[in-house]
């Protein structure tokens, strides 16, 4: 069984930075594409930024674009994002996900989610 563990979220003033970790256990990730994913209060869940299994091919939602940074290390068998210049909109509970194939707005063919982290951003 492979658990996603996702880790580094908190409580940031705007303008703030903040990086999140997903790491894998029980499985591996290095051969399968990986996204970050969001969720607000009374708002359905969307990709933020998902990743290539060889991390040749990354797509941003327009609203985090330039602000936001996903990687991978596939020794470490972790993926990262790397959100500077957060805003309050960027509040929410972030996940991982490990999936098939990336796309700009999804990972296909989803197979494990992390439990989440919840990213807070003040004014």
């Known amino acids: 069984q492979v658990q996603l563990v996702e880790s580094g979220g908190g409580k940031v003033q705007a303008g703030g930075s903040l990086r999140l970790s997903c790491a894998a256990s029980g499985g591996i990730l290095s051969t399968y594409a990986m996204g970050w994913y969001r969720q607000a209060p009374g708002k359905e869940r969307g990709v933020v930024a998902a990743?290539?299994?060889?991390?040749?091919?990354?797509y941003y939602a327009d609203s985090v674009k330039g602000r936001f940074t996903i990687s991978r290390d596939n020794a470490k068998n972790t993926v990262y994002l790397q959100m500077d210049s957060l805003k309050p909109e960027d509040t929410a509970v972030y996940y991982c996900?490990?999936?098939?194939?990336?796309?700009?707005?999804?990972?296909?063919?989803?197979?494990?989610w992390g439990q989440g982290t919840q990213v807070t951003v003040s004014s």
């Open positions: 990743i290539s299994w060889s991390g040749s091919s990354i």
């Open positions: 996900a490990r999936g098939l194939l990336a796309y700009k707005n999804r990972v296909d063919s989803v197979d494990y």
